[in-house]
């Protein structure tokens, strides 16, 4: 939980915020994000070179392999994926390729078996991708099993969520997420339940998709009914991280609730441990490269975007809650049983193809970004890096103006509070 400390310190920089008049005097000139990096093709192979093999990828909550002997199927980031709870009580991820001739090992998206065994030619593994038995092994010579295991995909959680990488040279998930592993444990993780999961298909690039929920200089404009009487956005305070991550945090307006934005019932359970500015506030995380979510009392609610082409996505909308009552499961982010999106998200998507087409025409060259935009700007230098700056046509590169002594826990801010 934030110590009084933090938290008064946010407060002055609430106030900060709606009192400056330019952007802090240290702040850099953000330069233009190039406009290729939402329509060509040479920057969307290098993401998936790059970006998605190497971060860590939110896959799954327990509850949907809840017990020994459960796995499920996940595609989302272009790889054949299945996640195994396994005997042992650990959970174990691994390509869904059989190592004899490629079929996959699982067909079914669910399910619950005692051995993983491929439909072609019948080779059967373990939980922990062991190959251990194959039809007509008398007709292989010299087949050392020991080494025709399935190959493994990394695989951690935080709490109750599944993380993947494909990356085998990746840090820890704790040493991804840095700091903000421990600003997440007032939420207990540990705890939440899975209420829902759904998925929508976009006619944008990802990344539109995304950034439309990085940054609250649209709200005034884009959510004028919805959000903007709830939150304050001159009163938000953004926050940088290692390895691309951000945080925003803006106050609600007095008498309104951090939910008051969306239609859903707040007679649901809170997580006792959350401190005073998740439950007075929108506080908000982006969690590189595909992840943002707000955190408060009653849910933990991600939302994550994921490319099915340059100029098509997948949202993917998540709802995790304390344990609820029968009849009262939560859904923050969808109408009508997960068929529709809910209305706040409906006003920023319904934007995005018409963002998609305008930026294909010849009269796109890039993207101005404000300081209320900065954690945009962090994103994609953190991008570059991940990729290799040396790999990126140079004009389709970021420069790289944000420094170290904008990233937590250093901000040039505080010392202007004085």
């Keep these: 939980m934030m110590t009084p400390k933090t938290i008064q310190t946010l407060r002055k920089l609430m106030e900060y915020e709606a009192a400056r008049t330019e952007p802090p005097k240290s702040f850099p000139v953000l330069p233009d994000i190039p406009a290729g990096r939402y329509v060509d093709a040479r920057f969307f192979e290098l993401e998936k070179a790059h970006i998605w093999r190497k971060s860590w990828l939110l896959a799954a909550h327990i509850d949907e392999i809840p017990e020994p002997g459960c796995f499920m199927r996940w595609e989302n980031a272009g790889q054949p994926v299945v996640i195994v709870h396994a005997e042992s009580g650990e959970v174990n991820a691994f390509y869904n390729t059989c190592s004899h001739r490629g079929a996959p090992v699982v067909t079914k998206q669910q399910g619950r078996a005692r051995r993983l065994t491929c439909r072609y030619h019948g080779w059967t593994y373990d939980h922990e991708g062991e190959l251990k038995g194959i039809r007509d092994p008398e007709d292989f010579r010299g087949l050392d099993m020991s080494c025709r295991g399935l190959k493994t995909v990394r695989c951690e959680r935080y709490g109750n969520l599944i993380f993947v990488n494909f990356d085998a040279e990746a840090p820890t998930l704790l040493e991804w997420l840095g700091p903000i592993a421990d600003e997440w444990e007032e939420f207990q993780f540990g705890k939440c339940r899975l209420a829902s999961r759904d998925i929508f298909d976009l006619n944008c690039n990802w990344k539109i998709a995304m950034e439309a929920n990085t940054e609250v200089y649209h709200v005034r404009t884009i959510h004028a009914n919805t959000v903007s009487p709830v939150l304050d956005d001159r009163r938000n305070v953004n926050t940088l991280y ?16 951090n939910l008051g934005a969306v239609d859903i019932s707040l ?7 959350v401190g005073e500015i998740a439950r007075t506030c929108t506080q908000s995380y982006g969690i590189f490269p595909n992840w943002v979510s707000p955190l408060n009392q009653f849910l933990i609610p991600p ?3 994921w490319p099915n082409g340059i100029n098509k996505c997948r949202l993917e909308t998540w709802t995790m809650a304390p344990p609820w009552e029968e009849g009262k499961k939560p859904d923050l982010w969808t109408k009508n049983d997960g068929k529709e999106l809910c209305d706040v998200l409906i006003e920023d998507m319904e934007f995005g193809e018409k963002i998609q087409q305008s930026m294909e025409s010849y009269g796109f060259d890039g993207v101005p970004l404000s300081y209320q935009e900065a954690r945009i700007y ?13 790999k990126i046509p140079e004009e389709l590169r970021v420069q790289q103006v944000i420094g170290d002594e904008w990233i937590y826990p250093n901000d040039p801010r505080i010392a202007e509070l004085d």
Excluded: V
Excluded at 245 to 253: K, L, Q, S, T, V
Excluded at 267 to 273: F, G, R, S
């Design 242 to 257: 290692a390895n691309g991550h951000g945080r925003m945090i803006a106050p609600n307006r007095k008498g309104k609730s």
């Design 267 to 273: 007679d649901i359970a809170q997580t006792d441990t």
């Design 303 to 305: 939302l994550l975007f």
């Design 378 to 390: 962090h994103w994609n230098q953190a991008a570059d890096r991940m990729i290799g700056i040396d």
